[in-house]
C-alpha cells in the first residue's frame, strides 16, 4: 500500500523549532519529488516547498523562506522539513505530499498538527 | 506569490452540475498547463481528482471535470452525489517563479 506517515508535530513555544518527518513506503522514494504543503486550523491548502526526486534544488514559500528547511533521506525513504524561528502564524496541519507531474499532488500523509503558543 | 481566487461556496442538488471557478493571473493560471484540483473531506487529507487542467488520476469518477480559459480554471461536477460535498482547492504551478499557488477552497454544499 502506497502510504505516507508523519511525525514530530507539537505545542512550541514561538521562537522555537522542530523537526518534522515522513516515512514513505509501498512507492520508489527516491523516484518522486516530494513536497510539504500545510493547512492552519480552518483555513485552506499552503504550499511550503518542492523539492526534486534528485534533490538538487529547492525553492521556498516566500513565508517560510529562511526559516524551513527541506532535506530528504532515499535509503531511509523519509522526507524531513526542519522548522526554526517559529511564529504563532506557523500553527497548522503539516501535510507531507507526494508529486506527480509539475505541482500535482496525488499521495498525502494524515498530517502532523504543529501548535505555535507560548 | 498570490493566492487564487475562488468562490467561498456553491451548491446543487443531487444529479445537477456545479462548477467552480479559479482565477489566477498570466503568472501562473494564465501561463500554466498544471492546474489540479483537490477534493477534502472533514477531518481527511486531500485527494487529488484533477491534474495539468483536465486529467483525472486512477479511480476519480469521470463526473469530474477539469477545463481552462485564460486566467480562470474550472472545475465541473456532473451527476452530483451527496458524497461529493466537500471543500475543493485549485492549485497552479507558477513556472515563472518555481511555487505552487492553492486557492483559498470552495465549500460545495449538496442540497
Known amino acids: 500500500e502506497v502510504q505516507l506517515v508523519e511525525s514530530g508535530g507539537g505545542l512550541v513555544q514561538p521562537g522555537g523549532s522542530l523537526r518534522l518527518s515522513c516515512v514513505a513506503s509501498?512507492?520508489?522514494?527516491?523516484?518522486?519529488?516530494m513536497s510539504w504543503v500545510r493547512q492552519a486550523p480552518g483555513k485552506g491548502l499552503e504550499w511550503v516547498s518542492p523539492?526534486?526526486?534528485?534533490?538538487?534544488?529547492?525553492d521556498y514559500a516566500d513565508s517560510v523562506k529562511g526559516r524551513f528547511t527541506i532535506s530528504r533521506d532515499n535509503f531511509k525513504k523519509t522526507l524531513y522539513l526542519q522548522i526554526k524561528s517559529l511564529r504563532v502564524e506557523d500553527t497548522a496541519l503539516y501535510y507531507c505530499?507526494?508529486?506527480?507531474?509539475?505541482?500535482?499532488?496525488?499521495?498525502w500523509g494524515q498530517g502532523t498538527m504543529v501548535t505555535v503558543s507560548s | 506569490q498570490s493566492a487564487l481566487t475562488q468562490p467561498p461556496s456553491a451548491s446543487g442538488s443531487p444529479g445537477q452540475s456545479v462548477t467552480i471557478s479559479c482565477t489566477g493571473t498570466s503568472s501562473d493560471v494564465g501561463d500554466s498547463d498544471y492546474v489540479s484540483w483537490y477534493q477534502q473531506h472533514p477531518g481527511k487529507a486531500p485527494k487529488l481528482m484533477i491534474y495539468?487542467?483536465?486529467k483525472r488520476p486512477s479511480g476519480v469518477p469521470d463526473r469530474f471535470s477539469g477545463s481552462k480559459s485564460g486566467n480562470t480554471a474550472s472545475l465541473t461536477v456532473s451527476g452530483l452525489h451527496t458524497e461529493d460535498e466537500a471543500d475543493y482547492y485549485c492549485s497552479s504551478y507558477a513556472g515563472s517563479n518555481n511555487y505552487v499557488a492553492f486557492g483559498g477552497g470552495t465549500k460545495v454544499t449538496v442540497l
Open positions: 495539468e487542467v483536465t
Open positions: 523539492f526534486s526526486g534528485s534533490g538538487a534544488s529547492t
Open positions: 509501498g512507492f520508489t522514494f527516491s523516484s518522486y519529488a
Open positions: 505530499a507526494r508529486a506527480i507531474g509539475i505541482g500535482a499532488f496525488d499521495i
